[in-house]
């Protein structure tokens, strides 16, 4: 009987090559695992990218539907200039810096105070719900959220006069709107009052800047 003697050190070289293999199967195996697993976490990317997109679509339609038929920052110029004639109510002139407006308003300064050359943005909406819908201009107390959230101060009332003003050459338009009684006088160029309608049901939202 014939007995084969295997070197040893042959025999370590072939086992140590076989035990590199398997680990980096292994090794293969678990980097292919853990790939899958972070595919299950998270979506890919460009689906990241899509939902963002789609949130910022959504907010801005939510903002179009709003119908914010004029917005403006105004800085006071006076106050009460023909003399105070009411205790909680003050009349300011202001004028805007982007569409050159000038702007006569009854403000209850009792709870809102203005000051000479302040700031403030004014927004003229017909609705406060985002989605566009007719509003009652009853306040409910609601976790609803609306236009007026993104305000300090508001009032409902109605439009109830637009004019032509040609006695500076230039012709200017005048509208005119009562809220409770507190009113409003906005001259300026035609163009903004494009959007605007004799009768017409408006809420005032102001927030100073």
């Given at each position: 009987m014939c007995v084969a003697?295997?070197?040893?050190?042959?025999?370590?070289?072939?086992?140590?090559?076989?035990?590199?293999q398997i680990k980096s199967t292994n090794f293969l195996l678990c980097e292919l695992f853990a790939l899958f697993l972070s595919s299950l976490e998270s979506p890919p990317s460009n689906s990241k990218q899509i939902l963002k997109r789609e949130a910022r679509l959504d907010s801005n339609l939510s903002e179009k539907m709003a119908q914010v038929l004029f917005e403006d920052i105004f800085q006071v110029k006076r106050i009460d200039p023909d003399g105070k004639k009411f205790d909680k109510v003050s009349r300011i002139e202001a004028k805007s810096q982007q569409f050159d407006?000038?702007?006569?308003?009854?403000?209850?300064?009792?709870?809102?105070?203005?000051?000479i050359d302040e700031k403030f943005t004014m927004a003229l909406a017909p609705t406060l719900n985002l989605d566009g819908t007719p509003d009652t201009g009853f306040f409910l107390q609601t976790n609803k959220k609306t236009l007026a959230d993104k305000y300090e101060y508001v009032m409902h009332g109605k439009l109830?006069?637009?004019?032509?003003?040609?006695?500076?050459?230039?012709?200017?338009?005048?509208?005119?709107?009562?809220?409770?009684?507190?009113?409003m006088l906005l001259k300026g160029d035609p163009s903004n009052a494009s959007t605007f309608e004799l009768d017409q049901k408006l809420f005032l939202l102001i927030r100073k800047v």
């Amino acid at each position: 009987m014939c007995v084969a003697k295997i070197d040893d050190s042959a025999y370590s070289r072939v086992m140590s090559h076989e035990n590199n293999q398997i680990k980096s199967t292994n090794f293969l195996l678990c980097e292919l695992f853990a790939l899958f697993l972070s595919s299950l976490e998270s979506p890919p990317s460009n689906s990241k990218q899509i939902l963002k997109r789609e949130a910022r679509l959504d907010s801005n339609l939510s903002e179009k539907m709003a119908q914010v038929l004029f917005e403006d920052i105004f800085q006071v110029k006076r106050i009460d200039p023909d003399g105070k004639k009411f205790d909680k109510v003050s009349r300011i002139e202001a004028k805007s810096q982007q569409f050159d407006m000038y702007m006569q308003l009854d403000i209850n300064t009792e709870i809102y105070p203005m000051k000479i050359d302040e700031k403030f943005t004014m927004a003229l909406a017909p609705t406060l719900n985002l989605d566009g819908t007719p509003d009652t201009g009853f306040f409910l107390q609601t976790n609803k959220k609306t236009l007026a959230d993104k305000y300090e101060y508001v009032m409902h009332g109605k439009l109830f006069k637009i004019s032509e003003d040609s006695s500076g050459g230039q012709p200017k338009v005048e509208m005119y709107a009562s809220f409770g009684g507190l009113l409003m006088l906005l001259k300026g160029d035609p163009s903004n009052a494009s959007t605007f309608e004799l009768d017409q049901k408006l809420f005032l939202l102001i927030r100073k800047v």
